[in-house]
């Protein structure tokens, strides 16, 4: 079956950038999806067709994917950004291992 | 305004059959492209995607849970449900609706409830 691969925790100093990869064999041929989980809320999702961001979502929040690999990027991160995010890649349904990013 | 609402037990015994509705509004089952999915979430552990209904009536699952997962849908009541078989003590988790949006050749999950946890205990 499909696996995503993931860090299990990022840690970022406010208003700098954080970066939290997704590993999976050729992700980039497929659509990945970027979700942020605070504690006792459901996901939401902050980035989808690997690159776009749903409306409400602050343009610090941006994706990549190529190749192997989709990346999330935080730009000057803030307190708020303290979440789990997940990836997905659409067509196969498969969650990433999800990544704790703690801004301090 | 999309919304969706699960509903139905809190606990269930090993063994037992789980049966959740999925309650939603703001949009049409009927409408193509759209799909209704149910995600689940066990404590302190990542997520998982159990599987999906389409307008179409098209359903996909989770390779894993295939044999113990069912989703139908009735539109005429704006519901979806999810029923798994054979529940076990490792089955306990929060399980989510999602509602599933398309754009271009890629699909995403847009709108999520706000989830009802489900403890399999004897």
């Known amino acids: 079956s499909y696996e995503l691969t993931q860090p299990p925790s990022v840690s970022v100093s406010p208003g700098q950038t954080a970066s939290i990869t997704c590993s999976g064999d050729k992700l980039g041929d497929k659509y990945a999806c970027w979700y942020q989980q605070k504690p006792g809320q459901s996901p939401v999702l902050i980035i989808y067709q690997d690159t776009k961001r749903p409306s409400g979502i602050p343009e610090r929040f941006s994706g990549s994917n190529s190749g192997n690999t989709a990346t999330l990027t935080i730009s000057g991160a803030q307190a708020l950004d303290e979440a789990d995010y997940y990836c997905q890649a659409w067509d196969s349904g498969v969650f990433g291992t999800g990544t704790k990013v703690t801004v301090l | 305004q999309i919304t969706l609402k699960e509903s139905g037990p809190t606990l269930v015994k090993p063994t037992q059959t789980l049966t959740l509705t999925c309650s939603f509004s703001?949009?049409?089952?009927?409408?193509?492209?759209?799909?209704v999915g149910w995600i689940r979430q066990p404590p302190g552990k990542a997520l998982e995607w159990l599987g999906i209904i389409h307008w179409s009536d098209t359903k996909r699952y989770s390779p894993s849970l295939k044999s113990r997962l069912t989703i139908t849908k009735d539109t005429s009541k704006n519901q979806v449900v999810l029923t798994m078989t054979n529940m076990d003590l490792v089955d306990t988790a929060t399980f989510y609706c999602?509602?599933?949006?398309?754009?271009?050749?890629?699909?995403?999950?847009?709108?999520w409830g706000k989830g009802t946890t489900v403890t399999v205990s004897s």
């Open positions: 703001g949009f049409s089952l009927t409408t193509s492209g759209v799909g």
């Open positions: 999602i509602h599933r949006s398309v754009a271009g050749k890629s699909a995403y999950m847009d709108v």
